[in-house]
């Protein structure tokens, strides 16, 4: 049984307008799709990296309550001024222009998208991976926990695997991925704030993959956790997907695609 970082799905204020913003980034808007109450998106790199699912309410109107969850998104880049200058340009918010770190080979800058979502563009000098040339791509997205370790736990109990745990000021931050496959799930916890998750109305879900979502779903229920939807196969999709709640609620939505529609 394998499992990786499908992609994070927030709400945004307008898609049209956060598919175009994505998209001065250099990312590409790879699939869209009109549910009944929701419109959604899918900006990546096709050739490296994650995902990012964007979805309107189709009765959206004013700005996206932020809440506590969500921290930022990492746009990964080679040409960080480039981007950063891309952003402005698209009408980005400018929180910290680009700057060369002193702890670690990379310089880092932030914006907030159209909808008020961080995004930090980081490039390394150089690259692990020694990618050099590619522009931008997701990188991984990070949301605040209020117990680390539990929630290392349960990503574990998926199958996913903790690469990186990295303590800074204020915060303790670990990395959830498949090394082999798929995106990053980045979680953070606030050494000094211990108030519950607010999802607003910014959250929606994010996705791990499988290739057992039947089997993957009756383990984690077996370890103790909520299963919010049990295991099914929609008409629309050839797919399994079935729902958990992680210890601090949010929606997980296991997947798993099959070769030929049942």
Known sequence: ???????????????????????????????????????????????????????????????????????????????????????????????????????????????????????????RHPWKDGDSTTYTWIDQYCIYVTDLERSIAFYEVLGLECTSRTDIPGHHEAILENPDRGGKLQLAQQLDNDSPVDMGTSMWKHYVHTDDCEALHRTAVAAGYASLVEPMSPDRWPVTISFLADPDGYQVELVEWHPNPR
């Open 1 to 123: 049984m394998t499992a990786w970082v499908g992609q994070c799905c927030i709400y945004v204020r307008d898609l049209d307008e956060a598919v175009t913003f994505y998209e001065a980034l250099g990312l590409t808007c790879t699939s869209r799709t009109d549910l009944d109450e929701v419109r959604e998106a899918i900006v990546e790199n096709p050739d490296k990296g994650g995902k990012l699912q964007l979805a309107q309410r189709n009765n959206q109107d004013g700005p996206i309550e932020m809440g506590n969850a969500f921290w930022k998104l990492y746009v990964a880049t080679n040409d960080i001024d480039t981007v950063s200058t891309a952003a402005r340009g698209s009408g980005a918010e400018m929180v910290s222009p680009p700057m060369r770190l002193d702890r670690w080979p990379m310089s880092i800058g932030f914006v907030k998208d159209p909808s008020g979502y961080l995004v930090e563009f980081a490039q």
